[in-house]
C-alpha cells in the first residue's frame, strides 16, 4: 500500500478565510513534505517533517503554517492567502528522510483563492 | 545553483516504440534518483528510482544511471497512448543534514496510436 490521502481534493477560500488542508498516511513512514507546484512547473518543496518534528521550512511566508500531530497526520493551516498562491498542493511521504527518501504524493489539493 | 535539467518536448514516438527520456543533473553528491510520472491536473507518481550505476528494470521500464557523466535516464518500452504524461526526473539533495528532491521541468511524452 503507497496510498497517502488528501483532503479536500479541491478548496476556493477567499483572502481573509482560515481554512486547513489535511494528509494522512498508514505506511509507517517518517517524513510527510509539503509542496506545491503551479501550472506547467514541477513540484517546489514548502516544508519538510521528519519524526513529526519540522526540519526544514523553504522560507515559506507565515500565511502558510504547517503541522503534524502524529506520524499519520500533516496539516497545512492557511490564512490571509493570496490570488498568486492558487496551485495544487501536494502532500508526500517517505519512509525517513535521509536514506530512503523514495516519496510517495498524494493526490492534492487544487486551491484556489478568490 | 543545483539544477536538474530535462528537455521539455513534447518527445512523440508511435506506439509499439522505444521513448527514450533524458536527465542531466548538477550536484555530484547526489545519490539517489527518481522518475515520477505526472498525468494532466494529476499528482505525481513514483515509477522508477536507481541508486547505482548502471540499469534497473521494472517491467517495460529502465531506468539508466551514469554518476561520472551525471546523466540518468528512463527508456520505456513498448509505449502505450497510456503512457503519454508528464515524466518527471528528481534527484536527492542534502540539506540541514535532511535529503530532499530537486526536480526537473519535467518531460511531455505523447505516444500516438
Known amino acids: 500500500d503507497t496510498e497517502v490521502t488528501q483532503t479536500p481534493k479541491h478548496l476556493v477560500m477567499g483572502m481573509t478565510n482560515k481554512k486547513s488542508l489535511k494528509c494522512e498516511q498508514h505506511?509507517?513512514?517518517?517524513?510527510m513534505y509539503w509542496y506545491k507546484q503551479k501550472a506547467k512547473k514541477p513540484p517546489e518543496l514548502m516544508f519538510v517533517?521528519?519524526?513529526?518534528?519540522?526540519?526544514i521550512n523553504e522560507s515559506v511566508p507565515s500565511r502558510f503554517s504547517p503541522e503534524c500531530p502524529n506520524s499519520s497526520l500533516l496539516n497545512l493551516h492557511l490564512h490571509a492567502l493570496q490570488p498568486e498562491d492558487s496551485a495544487l498542493y501536494l502532500c508526500?511521504?517517505?519512509?525517513?528522510?535521509?536514506?530512503?527518501?523514495?516519496?510517495?504524493f498524494g493526490q492534492g489539493t487544487r486551491l484556489t483563492v478568490v | 545553483q543545483k539544477e536538474v535539467e530535462q528537455n521539455s518536448g513534447p518527445l512523440s514516438v508511435p506506439e509499439g516504440a522505444i521513448a527514450s527520456l533524458n536527465c542531466t543533473y548538477s550536484d555530484r553528491g547526489s545519490q539517489s534518483f527518481f522518475w515520477y510520472r505526472q498525468y494532466s491536473g494529476k499528482s505525481p507518481e513514483l515509477i522508477m528510482f536507481?541508486?547505482?550505476?548502471g540499469d534497473k528494470e521494472d517491467g517495460r521500464f529502465t531506468a539508466q544511471l551514469n554518476k561520472a557523466s551525471q546523466y540518468v535516464s528512463l527508456l520505456i518500452r513498448d509505449s502505450q497512448p497510456s503512457d503519454s504524461a508528464t515524466y518527471l526526473c528528481a534527484v536527492n539533495r542534502a540539506q540541514s543534514g535532511y535529503s530532499t528532491l530537486t526536480f526537473g521541468k519535467g518531460t511531455m511524452l505523447l505516444v500516438s496510436p
Open positions: 508526500a511521504s517517505s519512509q525517513d528522510s535521509r536514506f530512503r527518501t523514495e516519496a510517495f
Open positions: 517533517y521528519s519524526y513529526e518534528k519540522l526540519s
Open positions: 536507481i541508486y547505482s550505476n
Open positions: 505506511m509507517g513512514h517518517r517524513a
